[in-house]
C-alpha cells in the first residue's frame, strides 16, 4: 500500500504540500497530516515514509500507523484491516 494511502486511512486531515519540491527522487511528496497525537509533515514515495520534524521513517503502512497513533504492531494491523 502506498504511504501516502495509508496516511488518508489514518489521519484525521491531510493536505497534500503543492509548494514542495522534490530533491531525490521525482514521485515523492511532502503530506501535512493532523491526528489525535498532533501534526505530521510527512515525505512519501511509494510505500516508504519519513517524518521531518521527527527525523524517523519507515517501510510500509503498518510502520506508518504505529508512528503516527503510536499503536503496537498488532493494534497497527488492526486499525489498517478495519478501514
Request: proline fraction near 5%; include cysteine.
Given at each position: 500500500?502506498?504511504a ?5 486511512l ?19 511528496r ?18 516508504k ?35
Amino acid at each position: 500500500m502506498p504511504a501516502c494511502d495509508a496516511l488518508a486511512l489514518l489521519a484525521t486531515h491531510v493536505k497534500l504540500d503543492p509548494t514542495y519540491l522534490p530533491v531525490k527522487h521525482d514521485h515523492s511528496r511532502r503530506w501535512h497530516a493532523s491526528t489525535t497525537l498532533g501534526e505530521f509533515e510527512i515525505l512519501t514515495t511509494g510505500p516508504k515514509w519519513y517524518d521531518t520534524r521527527a527525523r524517523a521513517g519507515g517501510g510500509g503502512a503498518i510502520d506508518l500507523a504505529m508512528h503516527v497513533l503510536d499503536l503496537s504492531f498488532v493494534d497497527a494491523v488492526k486499525r489498517l484491516t478495519s478501514r
